[in-house]
């Protein structure tokens, strides 16, 4: 069993910057394909960004060069760096893990942080 917890949620101007962590436990963290989804109110849940076994990542094409994955695996904690922030980044952010990257969307679910970007 992983659990997830995430955090560094909050409100931001937009062009601003926020990072989100993501503190796993309950397994070998190295293990696992890890990864950054979002949902804003009334659309479908999307990738945002992942990191594989490897350290290989690979990001949505809306946030491409402005946001940034990685893992801290002394501290089993998934960070997202996002930098010039937009209102279209308005939404609730979730940590998911699963051993295979293809099938991350089905795996584990930390329960989300919100982000905020006004204009």
């Known amino acids: 069993q992983v659990q997830l917890v995430e955090s560094g949620g909050g409100s931001v101007q937009a062009g601003g910057s926020l990072r989100l962590s993501c503190a796993a436990s309950g397994t070998t963290y190295s293990a696992y394909c890890m990864g950054w989804f979002r949902q804003a109110p009334g659309k479908e849940r999307d990738m945002v960004a992942l990191i594989a076994h490897d350290g290989s990542t690979n990001y949505a094409v809306s946030v491409q060069g402005r946001f940034t994955i990685s893992k801290d695996k002394g501290k089993n904690t998934l960070h997202l760096q996002m930098n010039r922030l937009k209102p279209e980044d308005t939404a609730m952010y979730y940590c998911?893990?699963?051993?295979?990257?293809?099938?991350?969307?089905?795996?584990?679910w930390g329960q989300g942080t919100q982000v905020t970007v006004s204009s």
């Open positions: 998911a893990a699963h051993r295979i990257c293809t099938y991350l969307s089905s795996g584990y």
